[in-house]
């Protein structure tokens, strides 16, 4: 399959992987039409998005194998859900574990997530997730790191105030990277009061197999939470 090129300013690389198995292939040919969002089409009310009636929408930006996007639609079924993972392998899983499941409070974004930010309704958001993202960890990528001044500018565009922005990674130099970004932003201010607001995950957190890859290889994730202000 060929890649469409990717635009400057985009914070992936590349999205193909391994070809999909046949079962997979045709669940995604089956389903994926009908739980994509289409950032050219949406609603002024992103509610009307979802078949099952929602009192509010949250963002999961870059959901990997979708354990936490999954997890958090099945416990709130009230509340819809928009995944982005631009990777193919990602967005599959995300599918399946989708149609599996039977959620009615899922739709997903298969591309770069500041095009979809662009389109979204303002303040039309009361959460937001950035869990484990790649960290580009030579300097000169730091550039495609997606926390930046620009996209914590369109974050604040979408999210509602007092609605939070979370963050988590095994990488100290992103940590530190987001913390000295979200210092400067007007929009965000940082929730932690003691250790343990960053050093223990989000309450309910599931698990996410990124997170199982940093244990075995030593690493201790940091959680960290802003709100919009």
């Known amino acids: 399959m060929t890649e469409a090129p990717r635009y400057d300013g985009s914070f992936?690389?590349?999205r193909?992987?391994?070809?999909?198995?046949?079962?997979?292939?045709?669940?995604?040919?089956?389903?994926?039409?009908?739980?994509?969002?289409?950032?050219?089409?949406?609603?002024?009310?992103?509610t009307d998005l979802f078949d099952s009636p929602v009192g509010e929408v949250r963002l999961e930006i870059g959901f990997g194998g979708a354990e936490h996007l999954l997890h958090r639609a099945g416990e709130a079924p009230n509340v819809g859900f928009i995944g982005v993972e631009p990777f193919f392998?990602?967005?599959?899983k995300g599918v399946a574990g989708v149609e599996r499941l039977g959620l009615k409070n899922v739709r997903l974004f298969g591309d770069d997530a500041t095009l979809l930010l662009d389109r979204l309704p303002e303040a039309s958001l009361t959460g937001v997730d950035l869990l484990y993202p790649d960290p580009w960890p030579k300097t000169r990528h730091w550039k495609r790191r997606f926390v930046n001044d620009r996209n914590l500018a369109r974050l604040a565009?979408?999210?509602k105030p007092g609605s939070l922005f979370r963050f988590a990674s095994d990488i100290d130099t992103y940590v530190s990277w987001t913390l000295a970004h979200v210092a400067r932003s007007?929009?965000?201010?940082?929730?932690a009061e003691?250790?343990?607001?960053?050093?223990?995950?989000?309450?309910?957190?599931?698990?996410t197999r990124y997170e199982r890859k940093a244990i075995?290889?030593?690493?201790?994730?940091t959680y960290l939470a802003f709100r919009r202000t």
């Open 12 to 14: 992936f690389g590349r």
């Open 216 to 221: 075995r290889e030593g690493r201790r994730g």
């Open 186 to 191: 007007p929009d965000f201010v940082w929730t």
């Open 16 to 46: 193909h992987g391994k070809q999909l198995r046949k079962g997979r292939a045709e669940t995604m040919a089956d389903a994926l039409p009908r739980l994509s969002v289409d950032p050219e089409t949406l609603p002024t009310d992103l």
């Open 194 to 207: 003691r250790p343990a607001d960053w050093r223990e995950p989000f309450a309910g957190w599931p698990g």
């Open 89 to 92: 392998d990602g967005l599959a």
């Open 157 to 159: 565009r979408v999210v």
